[in-house]
T-cell receptor
Framework: AQSVTQLGSHVSVSEGALVLLRCNYS??????LFWYVQYPNQGLQLLLK??????LVKGINGFEAEFKKSETSFHLTKPSAHMSDAAEYFC?????????????FGRGTSLIVHP | NAGVTQTPKFQVLKTGQSMTLQCAQD?????MSWYRQDPGMGLRLIHY???????DQGEVPNGYNVSRSTTEDFPLRLLSAAPSQTSVYFC???????????FGPGTRLLVL
């Protein structure tokens, strides 16, 4: 069975600092991996995803994530935080089970950006 | 394309009342799902459907019913509302469960 752990319910950074949001997963087969962002009072939207191929994935707004199979991790990074990055971030994993893929979401990490 | 639409945006119910949250998508997606979002709990899967006529339970199905008579629509029914069902509800769709999920704007439900 798959599960997703996001370390830290809140991460606080200064504007211009590195952003690192951690995601670890458990899966019995190679999964598909996703990061979504949720701005206040909105639904979730895709930041980036990994399915196959290159393990370093680039997404929107300067974010990227690296799939590390040996560490079962898919951490999200951005070199320089901007005030507009303040939002809730969700890691999700989807693996095949009984012929279907059912995604599982982490509990989310709230990114706080200080001026 | 409208994407995923949800109605209503906000609803207040009294304990014991029933209601239906509507969800529709115009992307011809086979996979649709309902989540509830509560502070500190992330997104929890209520029910999902891999195609018209097929539904299954997620992590927190008690108190909710779904049906999928068409590809486009996936309504969520609250049978007898309880204060514990106060939450924000999101509908999502995708070509398959392994692909990018497209989320609606959410329905805020308050049960008194």
């Amino acid at each position: 069975a798959q599960s997703v752990t996001q370390l830290g319910s809140h991460v606080s950074v200064s504007e211009g600092a590195l952003v690192l949001l951690r995601c670890n997963y458990s899966s019995s087969v190679p999964p598909y991996l996703f990061w979504y962002v949720q701005y206040p009072n909105q639904g979730l939207q895709l930041l980036l995803k990994y399915t196959t191929g290159a393990t370093l994935v680039k997404g929107i707004n300067g974010f990227e994530a690296e799939f590390k199979k040996s560490e079962t991790s898919f951490h999200l990074t951005k070199p320089s935080a901007h005030m507009s990055d303040a939002a809730e971030y969700f890691c999700a994993v989807s693996e095949a089970s009984g012929g279907s893929y059912i995604p599982t979401f982490g509990r989310g990490t709230s990114l706080i950006v200080h001026p | 394309n409208a994407g995923v639409t949800q109605t209503p945006k906000f609803q207040v119910l009294k304990t014991g009342q029933s209601m239906t949250l509507q969800c529709a998508q115009d992307m011809n997606h086979e996979y649709m799902s309902w989540y509830r979002q509560d502070p500190g709990m992330g997104l929890r899967l209520i029910h999902y459907s891999v195609g018209a006529g097929i539904t299954d339970q997620g992590e927190v199905p008690n108190g909710y019913n779904v049906s999928r008579s068409t590809t486009e629509d996936f309504p969520l029914r609250l049978l007898s509302a309880a204060p514990s069902q106060t939450s924000v509800y999101f509908c999502a769709s995708s070509r398959t469960g392994g692909e990018t999920q497209y989320f609606g704007p959410g329905t805020r439900l308050l049960v008194l």
